[in-house]
């Protein structure tokens, strides 16, 4: 008779099946690539063979099985997916998987066939990311990693962080300000300020790295193009060899690369792909659009802590300002668990914590120089 750990066991493992089936389904009705978006379909075919195999488990075991339904994560994720892109949530799914195929190794039931699974799922994800990429089609990889290369392989990732940055530092601020016991008109200016110079230097700084990194692909590109009319049985020989890197035998990748390089418009976006891992349309995306994504995201958590004094006093705005910027912070606690799979309430706790520690530090700083300069 199964003990109730092992109960608890077979239905947190049938669960997180069910919500990566669902995930995979969902990539594979976005996928505009016919071949991945079958790779996608059996990934969660054989997530569906797993959700199988803990049905019949909790069954042995006497107890009840419900209707499969996904959790807020994956809904939430397949969101995401619908409207960012598929791109936005590899990175997820990888690390989900991993964590998987670890959690199996341990249990007596799946350390085998389901472990070694879970493993290969994280291998595929991460050569879809643009990884190894062993024995996949050479035009059809170069567009693929190309594609998912320019989401920047963790946007859903930046944007947590991006909006945790503003929430912290203006907290942190405002509440330094307010321990000085300036009036709540100098705390609303100071947030404001710290709010605006804050956005303003994060979105200076995506700009610049992504303009950066545009003028390089650019200049690259062009060598390419130039080595490619100039010298292409180099060129030819080099994406042979990328090719037998990634797991094709030598004559194939000869072939592949020479009938690439036939076509000189082709041969530099697949070296462009290959070599530099940009996809030549993008060039790693515009900078104005990073730029205003980080401006906006960085002002969304900072604006949260210093509202309420805008409509409050003394220390009434300050206990408001806390009150609400925790439950920001447990927001964007909640958040990350996206990307981790931890719990919402140890997660989201966590993150309210440090937040407030980090305020709490600068109002002490901010009472002791009030107090130093009031005496």
Known sequence: MAQTTDIQRYRDNWQDEINSAYLYRTLATLEKQPQLAEVYR???????????????????????????????????????????????????????????????????????????????????????????GSGAEGGLLARFEGRHRAVGGNALRAAVLGANDGLVSNLSLVMGVAGAELSGQAVLVTGLAGLL?????????????????????????????????????????????????????????????????????????????????????????????????????????????????????GMTAVVISLVVSGIGLFVIGAAITLMTGRSVLFSGSRQVFFGLAAAAITFGIGRLVGVSISG
């Open 42 to 132: 059996r990934l969660a075919a054989t997530e569906e063979a797993h959700i199988g195999f803990w049905e019949e488990r909790l069954r042995e075991a006497k107890q009840t099985v419900p209707a499969r339904s996904p959790g807020w994560r994956p809904r939430t994720l397949a969101w995401l997916a619908r409207r960012f892109g598929p791109g936005l949530i590899l990175p997820t799914m990888a690390n989900l998987e991993q964590i998987g195929g670890h959690t199996y190794s341990t249990q007596p039931e799946a350390s085998g066939g389901m472990s070694r699974q879970e493993r290969s799922h994280k291998r595929l994800l991460e050569t879809i990311l643009g990884g190894s």
């Open 197 to 313: 110079a804050g956005a303003i230097s994060m979105a200076l700084g995506e700009w610049l790295s992504v303009q950066s990194s545009r003028e390089l692909y650019q200049r690259q590109i062009r060598i390419e193009t130039l080595e490619v009319q100039n010298v292409p049985d180099e060129e030819e020989a080099e994406l042979a060899l990328i090719y037998q890197a990634k797991g094709l035998p030598e004559e194939q990748a000869r072939q592949l690369a020479a009938r690439l390089v036939s076509d000189p418009t082709t041969a530099v976006d697949t070296l462009a792909r290959e070599e530099l891992g940009v996809n030549p349309e993008e060039l790693g995306g515009s900078a104005w659009e990073a730029a205003l994504t980080s401006f906006l995201l960085f002002a969304i958590g900072a604006v949260i802590p210093v509202a309420p004094f805008a409509l409050f006093q």
